[in-house]
């Protein structure tokens, strides 16, 4: 999830996705350096959002495929009414009322 330039958020699920990517120790302190160098607010989850990431997994796991990460992490964007930048635009697109900005390597 996107905000301004001095406000980025990231759902905690993405950020579990990022720490369990990474490769080493390294790879994992410079994930660490690199959302605290650019001021990411790590969101967590809560009630609402558990609710609703349920109902997206309900409605569109059988149809569109919606993983249970993916539907966590499309309830938290809605909940917080952030935008959502992901490279990986498919997955969340049958997911209504969800606001995307699609994200390219090299973009940010």
Known sequence: MIGSEQERALSIVSFMELVQGARSLVELREIRRFLRDNTFRILPLDEAMSHLAASLTEAHALRSGL???????????????????????????????????TFRPGSA
């Open 67 to 101: 993983q249970v990460a993916d539907a966590l992490i499309a309830a938290t964007a809605r909940e917080t009414g952030e935008i959502l930048a992901t490279g990986n635009v498919r997955h969340f697109r049958p997911v209504a009322g969800l606001r995307l900005k």
